[in-house]
């Protein structure tokens, strides 16, 4: 299969207040057909989640939100953060194969394998989200107290824009490096789950 069902990810980020330091996560599947290898490509091209920063649709998708809620304690030659609570907000979009009548083994052996690396690829971007909403809410908590409030929501700002731009790179460099790593990791599924079949761990497809 095309090095185009690599999946990649869409992330949004906003600043505002949120109830509690947690992940919020919800799943979307959309349905796609096809009875080889060359179909479900074509269907998931077509009905894939579109991705803003591609422009292009994906086998896979997460959408993400960071939210943060910051209290402030001010005394008269000084402003500190009191306390800080980071939320992200995750929508994992995947894929949900109607398999048709008499498909081929090898087919839903190859969808097995590739449905789960999607899915494995989409939490791996939550997890990396979640990180490092717990490292914002970190620094946000470890800030030296400022002269005023002003200085201190502007060193709130510049905390927060800082690890969101870590957040970004470190999305992007994993997508790099999965995308190298493609094939050959989809080989090695492939094989390893065809073993555990083999041995009887796993039913057949």
């Given at each position: 299969?095309?090095?185009?069902?690599?999946c990649?990810?869409?992330?949004?980020?906003?600043v505002?207040?949120?109830?509690?330091?947690?992940?919020?996560?919800?799943?979307?599947?959309?349905?796609?057909?096809?009875?080889?290898?060359?179909?479900?490509?074509?269907?998931?091209?077509?009905?894939?989640?579109?991705?803003?920063?591609t422009?292009?649709?994906?086998?896979g998708?997460?959408?993400?939100?960071?939210?943060?809620?910051?209290?402030?304690?001010?005394?008269?030659?000084?402003?500190?953060?009191?306390?800080?609570?980071?939320?992200?907000?995750?929508?994992?979009?995947?894929?949900?194969?109607?398999?048709?009548?008499?498909?081929?083994?090898?087919?839903?052996?190859?969808?097995?394998?590739?449905?789960?690396?999607?899915?494995?690829?989409?939490e791996?971007?939550?997890?990396?989200?979640?990180?490092?909403?717990?490292?914002?809410?970190?620094?946000?908590?470890?800030?030296?107290?400022?002269?005023?409030c002003?200085?201190?929501?502007?060193?709130?700002?510049?905390?927060?824009?800082?690890?969101?731009?870590?957040?970004?790179?470190?999305?992007?460099?994993?997508?790099r490096?999965?995308?190298?790593?493609f094939?050959?990791?989809?080989?090695?599924?492939?094989?390893?789950?065809?073993?555990?079949?083999?041995?009887?761990?796993?039913?057949?497809?």
């Amino acid at each position: 299969m095309k090095r185009s069902l690599l999946c990649a990810f869409a992330f949004a980020l906003a600043v505002f207040p949120a109830d509690a330091a947690n992940l919020v996560k919800t799943y979307r599947y959309f349905p796609i057909g096809g009875r080889t290898l060359e179909d479900i490509e074509a269907q998931l091209s077509k009905h894939g989640p579109e991705v803003k920063s591609t422009g292009l649709r994906h086998p896979g998708a997460t959408q993400m939100a960071f939210t943060t809620r910051i209290e402030y304690a001010e005394t008269a030659n000084s402003c500190r953060i009191s306390n800080a609570v980071v939320t992200v907000k995750v929508k994992v979009i995947l894929p949900k194969w109607r398999q048709p009548r008499g498909t081929d083994a090898d087919v839903r052996l190859f969808w097995d394998t590739l449905s789960a690396d999607i899915k494995r690829h989409e939490e791996r971007h939550v997890e990396i989200a979640k990180n490092h909403a717990r490292e914002l809410e970190d620094a946000l908590k470890a800030t030296y107290p400022q002269k005023d409030c002003q200085m201190a929501k502007a060193k709130a700002a510049e905390i927060t824009a800082a690890a969101l731009a870590r957040h970004d790179q470190d999305q992007v460099r994993f997508d790099r490096v999965e995308g190298i790593n493609f094939e050959s990791r989809i080989l090695r599924l492939l094989r390893y789950r065809m073993e555990r079949i083999e041995a009887g761990q796993l039913p057949p497809p």
